[in-house]
Nanobody, 122 residues
Framework: QLVESGGGLVQAGGSLRLSCAASGRILGSYGRGWFRQAPGKEREFVAAFRWSGGDAYYADSVKGRFTISGDSARTTMYLQMNSLEPEDTAVYYC?????????????????WGQGTQVTVSS
């Protein structure tokens, strides 16, 4: 079970940090990722992270602005979002990557959280 938090309303250029906490140990995981879905649009990949090696990869639209990381207990994943733009407005979801490290396809992820709303005003 994954639970997201940290969303909110922020002005363009501002920052937010999202958290994705696991209620227990997650087995069979290649890593964990963030997706987002804006009204009327498909869910899109944002970033993914794995504790083994601390590796990460990002969507081009957020590279250089967002940073994904995980805590030492391997329970909580974070998404630090800087230089936010109105186009970043969406519900942000975290999920577990089950296969294909490097994948950006939602079908390679499961155990989705309920989402947290991020709204960036211009």
């Amino acid at each position: 079970q994954l639970v997201e938090s940290g969303g909110g309303l922020v002005q363009a250029g501002g920052s937010l940090r999202l958290s994705c906490a696991a209620s227990g140990r997650i087995l069979g995981s290649y890593g964990r990722g963030w997706f987002r879905q804006a009204p009327g649009k498909e869910r899109e990949f944002v970033a993914a992270f794995r504790w083994s090696g601390g590796d990460a990869y990002y969507a081009d639209s957020v590279k250089g602005r967002f940073t994904i990381s995980g805590d030492s207990a391997r329970t909580t994943m974070y998404l630090q979002m800087n230089s936010l733009e109105p186009e970043d407005t969406a519900v942000y979801y975290c999920a577990v990557l089950r296969r294909n490290w490097g994948s950006t396809k939602s079908t390679d992820f499961d155990s989705w959280g309920q989402g947290t709303q991020v709204t960036v005003s211009s």
